[in-house]
């Protein structure tokens, strides 16, 4: 990891053909909290065959209730978190525009706070590293770091969005990304 770069809060991590057989074979993961204690990351390429309202038995409004649900990441399947983001998020605490929350009461309000530009995605579970864990997995290029906007973490289609920022690096990514999963197919 570059020194510059201490802490990859706000940052894509994707894979960079190193992770193959492992959850996160093709992913990319969007650094939402990272720091001296460890890293916490939501997986943006795995939408779930369920419904928010499937797995919140809670009364929720009914603009979240359709809402897909996306798997976050192997750590606690069922930890709430959500990612949302509007024309302006005075407190947002990933990027500029863009915040993180873990509470359904918090989710529940969002939900209920009316506004057009206004962009929710739910997520149950998370990637989570130790302390020095991320470092050490940069350090061994497991991943390729990418800068997030929020066209790619709300408007891009979740099972295109690793090949589309992995064509946009260079020529070996975008090999590997119109190559086949398995080289051996080739």
């Known amino acids: 990891m570059p020194k510059s770069q201490k802490y ?3 940052q894509l991590l994707l894979d960079g053909g190193n992770l193959k057989g492992s959850y996160f074979h093709r992913s990319v993961v969007l650094v939402c909290q990272h720091d001296e204690q460890g890293a916490f ?9 369920s419904k928010v309202e499937d797995v919140i ?3 929720l409004p009914a603009r979240l209730e359709s809402l897909p649900l996306y798997v976050g990441g192997p750590v606690q399947a069922n930890a709430l978190s959500y990612l949302h983001t509007d024309v302006f998020v005075p407190h947002a605490n990933v990027m500029p525009n863009l915040n993180l929350g873990h509470s359904l009461e918090g989710l529940v ?3 209920e706070s009316y506004s057009t530009t206004q962009k929710v995605r739910v997520f149950a579970g998370y990637a989570g590293w130790s302390p020095g864990q991320l470092e050490g997995e940069m350090k061994r290029q497991s991943w390729l770091l990418h800068p997030a906007t929020l066209e790619l973490v709300f408007d891009a289609p979740p099972d295109e969005l690793w090949r589309t920022i992995m064509r946009q690096k260079g020529w070996r990514e975008r090999l ?3 190559g086949p999963e398995d080289l051996s197919w080739n």
């Not at 990351?41 to 065959?49: A, D, E, I, N």
């Open 109 to 111: 309000e969002l939900g």
């Open 57 to 59: 038995e809670s009364s």
């Open 41 to 49: 990351g939501l997986v943006l390429t795995q939408p779930s065959k």
């Open 176 to 178: 590997l990304a119109d």
């Open 8 to 10: 990859l809060v706000g």
